[in-house]
């Protein structure tokens, strides 16, 4: 049952705090504040807890035992089966529409396809979600702290996912207002059917997402509207238990690698945080490895990571690398473009938690091209779970990784696929068709020259006999 409460409550400020993830920083707030950065330098912030006086579990039966008790709506989202592991809110508080009843599932398609023993391969299938992708595992993190603090309009910038999930959760929960900021001609029309469906306000801005992230700051800044982004901490609270079921799927064995799309970066860095947080009360003993994967046309991480050196370092990032990157950027008016829309982002916005979960996991940023994602997210297709084009960047990642020998033969990989294949039909079909004017359109001009795993339509007339010979000639 979903909770409607918007009522301000009594955080969990004995417990848990949020601090500025800059060490030389280190400003505390509590965790009734409403922040999207510290106000003393302007870093990002966390949500910290404090271990010795909660006393988490120790031991992953806890959890466990808790399928034995889903008709407690806590027990049931497979979020806030993990309470005790992001406890921010009284119980009483936890906002919840059923989130998070996502599978680890193996795929020896794709683990052939990748390069990798049969049952090497698994894929943390996202699209699950009520709103069809993982933003919905922030979405009910947000959510729930918005009613500690007694929100009543909550706003994004969105390429599609996050404002269809804040439009599902302000509309099934009646509490609060959705405001919603999109790119002109930015987003699929499935999820942006989603937004508009679920009956939110939709301003489109003339611009691309990094310019409605800006605006979408600014304003609700100036008019007190609660920020549902990946830069509010509370989101990546929520993203965390993404791992714990990755965990909970492999009999809580940690894998080799995690492999995931990076665009806004929220949920490589509510990994790293998951794992780093997991280590320090016990619960593992060693950390994944973690690859982030961009598209070429989305590339600043990759660039900024991988080919100008640019390191966590103790929360000393080279933030003048990283400021001439996006001078030469704009000089050059160079801007993000991908069939992967979700992830088509210039600016990330966690791209500092981001670089402390590539040192916390001793990680690696690969970029892949628009070809290449189409083919992984056919493979993965073919193997029954459809994903949306940005989802497959990780398995094109992977194959990636595996080609250079950076994941070997033997290792164990977890692909996340983070949004439904629904959501973006376009490029499925382009991909598919027989048209070539279609594919052009969609697909050529962003240098896609193959369907190599396409699977078309069988054209045949309208006559028993004709349909009959074409089954046994294909079927
Ligand atoms: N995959 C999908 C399906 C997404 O929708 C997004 C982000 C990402 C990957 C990238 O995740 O930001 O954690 O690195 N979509 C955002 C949105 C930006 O507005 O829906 P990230």
Redesign the pocket.
């Known amino acids: 049952m979903a909770d409607s409460s918007t009522t301000c409550a009594t955080p969990r400020t004995d417990v848990a705090f949020q601090r500025c993830i800059s060490p030389s920083c280190a400003a505390t707030y509590g965790v009734d504040e409403v922040l999207v950065a510290c106000t003393a330098c302007g870093g990002l912030v966390d949500v910290v807890y404090d271990w010795d006086r909660l006393g988490p579990p120790d031991s992953w039966k806890f959890f466990e035992n808790k399928w034995s008790a889903r008709r407690d709506r806590l027990a049931f989202s497979g979020v806030w089966r993990f309470y005790e592991l992001m406890q921010f809110a009284p119980r009483d508080n936890v906002v919840t529409i059923g989130e998070g009843q996502t599978l680890l599932q193996r795929s020896a398609g794709v683990a052939e396809f990748v390069g990798l023993k049969p049952d090497g391969l698994f894929l943390q299938y996202e699209g699950m979600n009520p709103s069809g992708?993982?933003?919905d595992n922030g979405m009910s993190a947000a959510f729930t702290h918005a009613s500690l603090v007694g929100a009543r309009q909550a706003a994004?910038?969105?390429?599609?996912?996050?404002?269809a999930s804040l439009a599902a959760y302000c509309s099934s929960l009646g509490a609060m207002k959705a405001v919603i900021f999109i790119g002109s001609g930015k987003i699929s029309y499935g999820k942006l059917s989603q937004a508009l469906d679920y009956g939110a306000l939709t301003v489109q801005i003339a611009g691309d997402?990094d310019d409605a992230m800006a605006r979408v700051k600014e304003v609700s800044a100036e008019m007190g509207i609660y920020l549902v982004n990946?830069v509010n901490p509370f989101r990546l609270e929520g993203q965390k238990s993404i791992m714990f079921r990755v965990l909970e799927g492999l009999g809580w064995e940690v894998p080799d690698w995690i492999v995931?799309?990076?665009?806004?970066?929220?949920?490589?860095s509510a990994f790293g945080k998951a794992f780093a947080e997991l280590r320090e009360i016990g619960l593992i003993d060693r950390v994944p490895r973690l690859a982030v994967i961009n598209a070429t046309g989305a590339n600043t991480l990759y660039q900024l990571y991988e080919k100008r050196g640019v390191r966590w370092n103790d929360g000393a990032t080279a933030p003048d690398v990283i400021e001439q990157y996006y001078v030469e950027m704009d000089s050059e008016a160079r801007r993000a473009s991908t069939i992967a829309s979700?992830?088509e982002?210039n600016r990330?916005v966690?791209l500092s938690k981001c670089l402390r979960a590539l040192d916390t996991c001793d990680g690696v940023v690969r970029q892949v091209s628009d070809q290449e994602i189409l083919d992984a997210k056919a493979r993965v297709g073919a193997g029954g779970l459809g994903c949306?084009p940005?989802?497959a960047a990780s398995v094109a990642g992977a194959k990636l990784l595996r080609d250079e020998g950076v994941i070997a033969p033997s290792d164990r990989v977890v692909c996340i696929l983070?949004?439904h294949q629904l959501k973006d039909p376009t490029a499925t079909m382009a991909y598919h068709t027989t048209d070539q004017d279609q594919f052009n359109e969609v697909l050529g001009k962003r240098g896609v020259r193959r369907a190599t795993f396409a699977n078309r339509a069988v054209t045949v007339a309208n006559d028993v006999d004709e349909i009959v010979k074409t089954i046994q000639l294909y079927g």
């Open positions: 992708s993982f933003k994004c910038a969105s390429t599609g996912n996050t404002s997402f990946s995931v799309p990076g665009g806004n970066l929220g949920n490589s979700a992830i982002i990330p966690n949306e940005a989802s983070t949004g």
